[in-house]
């Protein structure tokens, strides 16, 4: 039998960190923020504005290949992650 390993809020926030910093040219600007409601964690990505092209990929491929490796690592114990990856100018 499998064991479950659980995935910290901070584990979520780690990798989509981790995966923006192998990205980005500008890794100053990098910076991850998050939210708990429950079970659910929001995360907030924000890179400089000349990153966001390759943070989000063309037809938001690179975005939504982060988001689907937060759901499977999240799946395992039972809690919801989505990540936002937020315009340069929004405020924090």
């Known amino acids: 039998m499998q064991r479950k390993t659980p995935v910290k809020s901070e584990s979520a926030r780690e990798l989509v960190e981790y995966i923006a910093l192998a990205l980005v040219e500008d890794t100053s600007s990098v910076r991850v923020t998050q939210a708990k409601n429950g079970a659910k964690i929001r995360l907030q990505l924000h890179v ?45």
């Open 48 to 92: 400089a504005k000349e990153d966001m092209g390759r943070v989000i990929g063309k037809g938001g491929k690179v975005a939504n290949s982060i988001r689907q490796l937060l759901k499977v690592t999240s799946n395992r114990d039972g809690r919801q992650v989505t990540m936002d990856v937020m315009e340069p100018d929004t405020k924090y």
